[in-house]
């Protein structure tokens, strides 16, 4: 049982690159998530998927986009990456939106240059 | 939206003694309130949790306290072990999202 399985793990990018960080889940959660993790910050909000076929902003969303691809799957994507977009990425997924326990991705480090 | 704010930052304890952590919400609708320990390097991983019509639960060494009325909720460890050593984050949450507090990074001095 996979829980949140991320990729990749680490990534260094050059200013003005784009990637995709892929999440998937194998625990049938409805909700899925992307937060952000930056020192004595705690973690932020990126964007949410409450459900399938619909996704919102969170707390910090400029410069990502999202993509609900199905129930397991949710993709965070920098277009343009920037310096302070370096950061470690967490995925993560639950039953229901906030009524229980959140099961965390083992996250990606991103150092853009 | 929702805000939660963490106290203290930092704390350091003796091996054995208690440490307590405490966490602010500003939405009283907020009825659900996990913490999590993240360990160097690690996800966060959910150590127990408490919702708005409990005032207090305990897992073994570990203990939440709930006070609705003042917006605060407490994690106190006991018999601290230097295992106990790693971030704790507190979060609240209404219906759709769950919100962070800043993080308590608690050093479980030998």
């Known amino acids: 049982n996979a829980g949140v399985t991320q990729t990749p793990k680490f990534q260094v990018l050059k200013t003005g690159q784009s990637m995709t960080l892929q999440c998937a889940q194998d625990?049938?959660?409805?909700?899925m998530y992307w937060y952000r993790q930056d020192p004595g910050m705690g973690l932020r909000l990126i964007y949410y998927?409450?459900?399938?076929?619909?996704?919102d902003k969170g707390e910090v969303p400029n410069g990502y986009n999202v993509s609900r691809l199905n129930k397991r799957e949710f993709s965070l994507r920098l277009e343009s990456a920037a310096p302070s977009q370096t950061s470690v990425y967490f995925c993560?997924?639950?039953?229901?939106?906030?009524?229980?326990?959140?099961?965390f991705g083992s996250g990606t480090r991103l150092t853009v240059v | 939206g929702e805000n939660v704010e963490q106290h203290p930052s930092t704390l350091s304890v003796q091996e054995g003694d208690s440490a307590v952590i405490k966490c602010t919400y500003s939405d009283s609708a907020s009825n659900y309130f996990p913490w999590y320990k993240q360990e160097l390097g690690k996800r966060p991983q959910l150590i127990i949790d408490i919702r708005s019509n409990v005032g207090e639960k305990k897992d073994q060494r570990i203990a939440v306290t709930l006070n609705k009325t003042a917006k605060h909720f407490s994690l106190h460890i006991t018999e601290t072990q230097p295992e106990d050593s790693a971030v704790y984050f507190c979060a609240a949450s209404s219906e759709r999202q769950l919100t962070f507090g800043s993080g308590t990074q608690l050093t479980v001095l030998p």
């Open positions: 993560a997924s639950a039953v229901t939106g906030g009524g229980g326990g959140y099961t």
């Open positions: 625990m049938n959660h409805n909700s």
């Open positions: 998927s409450a459900s399938e076929g619909t996704t």
